[in-house]
C-alpha cells in the first residue's frame, strides 16, 4: 500500500541517486523475508538491487541484528542473518508503535479505519469477530503497556 509519502520519498531517490532513509534496511528485511532460510552478507547482496558494496550490506545487517531485528548464526568466517520476526509481525510491532506514539488514540483509530479500503475494513471485522477464515492466528491482549 503506497501512499504520497513512499512516493515523494522514491521521487527524492530518483532525484538524489540515494536511497531514502530507511530504505536500505526494509529492502533488507524484505530480501531476508523472501529467502529460504538465513543468508551471508554476499546472498543478501546479490538479492537487492542496484550495486551495493559488500560493505555497506554487511554494516546495514550488524545494524539490524544489534536493533534485534536479525538473529545470526556462525557460518565460516562470518555469519548468516534471518529475521527475528516474520513480516507481519513486524509490520503489526510498527503500527502499534506508531499508535502508542500518537497523542489522540481514538482518532488515529478513526483515520485508519476510514481510509481502509472496503475488503480490509471486511477483514478487519472479520477478524474482530473472532469469525476470520485467515490461517494465522491473531494474538489479543487486554493488558495495558
Not at 54 to 70: A, E, N, P, Q
Not at 75 to 102: F, I, N
Amino acid at each position: 500500500m503506497a501512499g504520497r509519502g513512499d512516493e515523494e520519498a522514491q521521487e527524492a531517490h530518483e532525484a538524489s541517486g540515494r536511497r531514502a532513509r530507511g530504505a536500505l534496511e526494509s529492502d533488507v528485511l524484505a530480501a531476508l523475508w523472501a529467502a529460504d532460510g538465513p543468508q551471508t552478507a554476499r546472498e543478501v547482496r546479490e538479492r537487492l538491487p542496484g550495486d551495493l558494496a559488500y560493505t555497506t550490506v554487511l554494516t546495514i545487517l550488524s545494524r539490524l541484528h544489534d536493533k534485534g531485528m536479525l538473529v545470526r548464526h556462525r557460518e565460516g568466517r562470518g555469519y548468516a542473518y534471518e529475521p527475528a520476526r516474520d513480516e507481519a509481525s513486524h509490520t503489526a510491532q510498527r503500527m502499534h508503535s506508531l499508535l502508542e506514539g500518537g497523542s489522540d488514540r481514538e482518532a488515529v483509530l478513526a483515520r485508519f479505519v476510514s481510509e481502509l479500503s472496503a475488503q480490509d475494513e471486511h477483514l478487519l471485522h472479520q477478524l474482530l469477530s473472532g469469525h476470520g477464515d485467515e490461517p494465522y492466528e491473531v494474538e489479543r491482549s487486554d493488558r495495558k503497556r
